[in-house]
């Protein structure tokens, strides 16, 4: 079965979730979960999961 290229690169890249954390960050500070979650593709969900990784390291 062919991957997808984002489930592709997900699993290859050292990213959660396939998500550049530098531009997470970026964005964290002026846009809303909603927003993130549509710039990276990704839920709500993984987007709430992110920040609280982020803040325990």
Do not use: C, P, T
């Not at 846009?31 to 709430?48: D, H, P, R």
């Amino acid at each position: 079965m062919r991957l997808q290229d984002k489930q592709w690169s997900a699993g290859n890249s050292k990213d959660i979730f396939g998500v550049d954390l530098h531009r997470f960050n970026d964005l964290e500070g002026h846009a809303n979960y909603m927003e993130i979650a549509e710039e990276f593709g990704i839920s709500i969900g993984e987007v709430k999961m992110l920040k609280k990784k982020l803040n325990r390291s």
